[in-house]
């Protein structure tokens, strides 16, 4: 009997810290359950970071006592004291109707638009394929909406020049993403330690008081955050899969291009 090798733990990927990120979710809250701890992480090394919530999470206080309208008031007041937590740099809000997005043409051109004002380096997206999120939950049909929408905003219209040049009257010309970080819960091929930033995710959420209950969330984002970070060489994990648009050499050359002239 041959004795086998363990095979050795997968090492963390080197840190990465890009120039601007946007994050575009469905609803309040999806950022901090999702990537809070990576945005803060690399807004504390000087990114820019621009929060885009496609809706306001209208339906989300199921009170009958409680309007839409004031929902959605209280869900972005909420949103606004997280996004200052994390030290984003803008929080936008394009008010579609929570629980009824539609991945449409509409939505993709108001994504590139916001793509095109702020040029982020780094788009995190969540993933438009996945349905069956574990054996006791169905991923949010918004959250599916708004990751396909994405994904078609940011290849090829907002980089397509020809792709929604009525913009141009707006002065927003083309932008390419670097690269898009797709949000996972259990598998990716990039792990972000967030030991010195797990805190400021916990505090970001519990803004949302109107969301959390009696759920304790410092004692569950710690152990998820730690489940993730397991063999990884860090305490503390958020896990992405990652898509690089633009190599090196290339994101190199166009930054310093006429196409991406700063604004």
């Not at 120039?19 to 359950?33: R, T």
């Not at 839409?68 to 394009?94: N, P, S, W």
């Not at 438009?128 to 169905?138: C, K, R, S």
């Not at 390419?176 to 996972?184: A, G, S």
Request: with cysteine.
């Amino acid at each position: 009997m041959t004795d086998t090798a363990p095979a050795p733990a997968a090492e963390a990927n080197p840190p990465y810290y890009p120039e601007s990120a946007m994050a575009i979710v469905a609803h309040p809250d999806d950022i901090e359950f999702g990537c809070s701890g990576t945005l803060a992480l690399w807004a504390r090394h000087g990114a820019r970071i621009s929060l885009v919530l496609v809706t306001s999470g209208d339906v989300g206080i199921a009170r009958e006592d409680f309007t839409r309208q004031q929902a959605a008031a209280l869900r972005e007041q909420e949103a606004r004291a997280a996004a200052d937590v994390l030290g984003a740099a803008e929080i936008i809000f394009l008010r579609e109707p929570d629980g009824m997005v539609q991945a449409t043409l509409g939505l993709r051109k108001k994504l590139v638009r916001e793509i095109r004002r702020f040029r982020p380096e780094v788009v995190i997206s969540g993933d438009p394929t996945v349905v069956w999120a574990g054996g006791n939950y169905i991923n949010h049909p918004d959250h599916r909406a708004v990751a396909l929408a994405t994904v078609d905003a940011i290849f090829p219209a907002a980089g397509q020049p020809h792709l929604f040049e009525e913009l141009g009257a707006e002065g927003l010309t083309a932008h390419k993403v670097r690269k898009v970080y797709v949000t996972n819960w259990r598998e990716g091929d990039t792990w972000v330690a967030i030991d010195e930033t797990v805190d400021v995710k916990v505090a970001a959420l519990k803004c949302h008081a109107s969301q959390m209950g009696s759920w304790d969330v410092e004692k569950n984002i710690k152990q998820w955050a730690a489940d993730r970070a397991k063999d990884h060489g860090m305490q503390y994990a958020e896990i992405y899969r990652v898509v690089t648009l633009e190599s090196d050499e290339d994101w190199a050359k166009y930054k310093g291009s006429n196409l991406n002239r700063d604004r």
